[in-house]
Structures are given as C-alpha cells and as structure tokens.
C-alpha cells in the first residue's frame, strides 16, 4: 500500500504544501491517541505537552484545538489560522504561504458515548495584501481551496483528502504511525436510496424542505416510488465519510424559526472542505440555493445551509427548495 507522502509527490503537490499537510495530520495522530484513550485522557495526562500545562481538565475539543494550533504556530508555513474554537484570527508567521482553518473535533457531542468524531481542515493560499491578524484572510471562496480533508476518528483512523485532483481516502496505520491510501479516487454514486437529516427539527424546516422529506418518507407508494432509508450520527464528518464512501444525501436546511441565525454548520471550516471533497468525488454541495464553493464568506464563523452528496438527489432536493 502506498503512503501518503509519496501519493501526494506523484499528484505534484509542492512541496511546502505536503508539509503543512503533514503537520496537520501529525496533530491528527495525536488527537486520535487520545481519542482512542477515551475515559483515560483525562488521568494518562502525561503525554499532554507543555503548550498546555495546566490545563488537564479541558475537553478533547479544546486540547485538540491546542495541539493542532502549537504544531501550526510551530510550522513556519501558516500566515493564519481560524478554527471553530477560536473567536477570532490567530496571527502565524509572516509572510508564510497559507492559510488554515479547522473544526478541531467536529461532532463534539459523541465524545462522551464513544461515537465517531473527527477533526475537518481546509488549506489556502495567504494573500499579500492582508495583514496576517486580519480576517480578511479568509474572505477567499471555497473554490480557492488548495487542500481539504478531514480525519475521522472512528473504529479505525481515516483521512479523506483531496488537494484539486480526486479525493482520496488513507487508514493510519498505528503500529507504524503513517497513513497508507486505501481508497485511491472516492466515487460517489449520482443515485441513492439513503438519507441523513436530524429529523427532530421537522418542524423548523421550511415548507419546500419539508415536502421533499414527506416525498422520501411515503416510499414505494409515493411519488418518488423508491424507498428510503435514513442514517444519522450527529457528526457531519461521520455522516459525510458514509456518504462519500456509499453515496447517499445529507441535508441540514435552514431553520425558519430562526431568522437571526437559521443554518447551523460553518461554511469555512466544514462545509466548504466538505464540498471540496465531494465536488472532487463526483458528488454536488449546495447550500438551498447556491453552490457551497462559490459563497465569499462574510466572517469566519458564518453559517450556511447544506445539501450534499449524490448529484441525482441533491438535485431532486433542490428543486422542492425553488
Ligand atoms: P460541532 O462542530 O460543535 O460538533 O457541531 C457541528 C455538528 C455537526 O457535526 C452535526 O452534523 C451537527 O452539529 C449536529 O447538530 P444537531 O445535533 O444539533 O443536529
Ligand atoms: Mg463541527
């Protein structure tokens, strides 16, 4: 099996770029460790670095954002981070040749239940005319992503990534601690019978969403004359890993009941890497209107609606949102 450096010299990835990379994915490790520690982080503290002394008590969310901003900090090749655990822009090194933003531990809430979480990146180039402390960094569409990816921390420890060329999947292996590509090109199917939805907010969906939901749920007697099952894990990385591995749509729609803040999942750090993937497996990404990589994000921690995966059915799903 091929190893991940070597994929990424062979798809000519510069080289400043695979080592950034590779300083993402060596926090990765870390975190799956202590993931994988669960319960036990908390007491097997001794392998907590200094850049967190005292601090023992905090959440593997916040730790893992710790450890993946230090090895950022420490690289050399990062003008900028942004990350859902940080209110604000965190100024790197000047004049370094990228940006980075991430969901350090995305899908926090199945922490505690042992559940599959996992930590979603994007990578761009930094812009010259913009101070390093300036959010204004990050005002670049998701088409401009040089890299995307996420590292799923589940039974096993998978990274999917894509960085412009097709979206690749690898399995860290832990007795030699490197990730070996398992799934050369994700392909995912433009047909689908699998849905994934947080049904409980029904009743916070707009009319059009809602009736293309009813139209999945009647089944072989409705008008789709197909049925449909529904997954859901409470994770955007562990629905969307299902969806680029087998295919399927997941949707979280906006909220009509909350004009002031309707979508839930972030545009720069989860939808838009998430969209890169799937644009890159053959799959669609729109929020209800509009294609997810060409939004210029107003801020960092802007929210969108989402509607992705198999292109047949994120395009049936859109034209009940008209
Ligand atoms: P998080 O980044 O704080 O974990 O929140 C994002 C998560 C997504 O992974 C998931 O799809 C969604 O929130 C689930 O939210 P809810 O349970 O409110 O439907
Ligand atoms: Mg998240």
Known sequence: MKRLIPCLEQDKVEIELILLIKTILTACKEISFRV???????????????????????????ISNQLLKDMLLESGKVRTIASEEEDYVVAATENAPYIVAFDPLDGSSNIDINGQIGTIFTIYRAKNDVAADSE???????????????????PSTMLALTTGGPSRLYTLDKTQGCYLLTTEKLTIATDTQEFSVNMSNFHQWSAGFSDYINDLLLGESGVRAKKFNMRWNGAMVGDMHRVLSRGGIFCYPNDINKPEQPAKLRLLYEANPMAMLVENANGKAYTEHERILDILPSHIHQRVAVVMGSTNEVNKCLTYLK
């Open 136 to 154: 204004l960094q990050f005002a670049q569409k998701g088409s401009e992503q040089v890299c995307a990816g996420y590292v799923l921390y589940g």
């Open 36 to 62: 994988g520690q669960g319960a036990l982080s908390n007491v097997l503290g001794s392998t907590l670095d200094e850049n967190i002394q005292g601090e023992t008590q905090k959440k593997l969310d916040v």
